[in-house]
């Protein structure tokens, strides 16, 4: 996909990554992931961000046509990541004059990724930045979700260049505007990214996203995903309510089982949930559903059942991981229900209770634990646990 404009003498020069298959080699992506580029030719040409490095090629290729002869002046780093920031050397060396534009910590990280530049011009929050027509101004947003991160804002047409912020995975496909993509499709992968990557961030989110507030924003261009130009309020309230720990009415069940018993209660457990008239009702086999897209449900659904069984005296390991996770990043507003099964020793439904303690959701009764197979009391208290979860929400 060639260049596209945004604005007058406003692109988009970015790259689809459809090869790579984790990012930061944990999270899949089935439909790859994109990394939005931008360029400004006015009097004074500006790049904002880069792409990752096994890209730089295309991104040089997209760049040089725009230009069509014209060196670039400035280039400005929201985010140094290196999927943002992985193409930067080459960049320099074919434009040596170009001068780079972030803030103190940035300018840090640039001599530590890439060593020392000798064009650099380090801003401010709300310094302005004057390329002739357009005015770029610069807020400094700390752990959104690295130290140096900031969101780079165009004065005249209102665009907002946000970095990670805003971000989802998927390549954009043909379209790069929201009018033009199933927009569905990427509500579901831009809460997936936050969920697993911005969310224990989520307090220094919601400062960032409050100081925006007294500005008006039309066009909002993140590092990843869809460029929003038609409902730019709708990526920003989702934002404020991810940020803010709001959750939707349903029940995410996850389970371990290694040979089914944990999985009976589990499904008894979730017709417990249906009798309570809860409609969105999601079950994980841990096992099976990445961790990814677990994270995601759990951070969309208040009602959380978490349930394994046992395994050489502690709990099942791939549960243990998303304890770990959650101890973290340290989500609020759910309600958590425990249950359990175990052999010869326990260790799973002990850990449960350690990690409703670490993570301060209320937990509901009966906490339930099951020595060999689920008995049929046993199961109409799996039963009575989700319906009980049910009513609550």
Known sequence: ????????????IGVNDRETYLFESLWPLPQGVAYNSYAITDKKVAII????GSYDSQFIEKLKELLNGRKPDYLIINHMEPDHSGSIKILIEIYPNITIVGNQKTIEFLNGFYG????????????VLNLGEYELEFYLTPMVHWPETMMTYEKKTKTLFSGDAFGGFGTLDGGIFDDEVNTEFYEYETLRYYSNIVGKYAVMVNAAVSRL???EIKTICATHGPIYRKNPEKIINDYINWSNYKTERGVVIVYGSMYGNTKKMAEAISEGVKEAGIKDVIIHDISKSNLSYIIADIWKYNGVILGSCAYNQKIFPPMEHLLSFYENAKPKNHILGIFGSYSWSGGAVSRLKEFAKNIGWQVIEPEIEVKHAPKQQDLENCFKLGKELGARL
Do not use: A, G, Q, S
């Open 49 to 52: 961000d880069t792409v990752k």
């Open 116 to 127: 020392e530049f000798k064009n650099t011009l380090v801003v401010k929050e709300k310094d």
């Open 213 to 215: 507030k007294d500005i």
């Open 1 to 12: 996909m060639k260049h596209r404009e945004i604005h007058k003498n406003i692109y988009w």
